[in-house]
């Protein structure tokens, strides 16, 4: 990738990465009539394969983590989905949040190192998420 990049501006390049392999793996943006099910079903979808191979990268959970399910807020619905993305050889680089909102393309941000995952978020697969 050329010369090394101070850890924000990694961070931001990779938010750009993983939102253009999300939008990608689901082929655009969310059509704006999605239900619940229907994003819990993108987001079980979303794939970053690439970028993991590329940057040499690994998620924990794996990408795209846990959340706390489809959340109605302020006119509609959403989906926030976390992780810890770490370097292969483990030093940590951030948390990853991805956001699915019925009308819009996915967004995809890295946070710093230690921000904190809200308690009791669990994996897409779990029942109390759907």
Sequence with gaps: MGPTLDPETHRLYLST????QATRSIGGHIAADSDAS????LARSLGVERAERTHRLS????YPGITAGV????GGL???L??????????PLGV????????RSPRVSVAPVGTPIPEGWLP???PTTD
Aim: charged share 20%; hydrophobic share 40%; net charge positive.
């Design 82 to 91: 976390a992780c810890r993305a770490s370097y292969h050889g483990g030093e």
């Design 38 to 41: 229907h994003l819990l079903a």
């Design 96 to 103: 990853v949040f991805t956001s699915l909102i019925p009308g």
């Design 59 to 62: 998620f924990e959970p794996r």
């Design 17 to 20: 990465v993983l939102t253009t």
């Design 78 to 80: 959403r989906l926030l």
């Design 124 to 126: 897409l697969d779990h």
């Design 71 to 74: 959340q109605r807020v302020s």
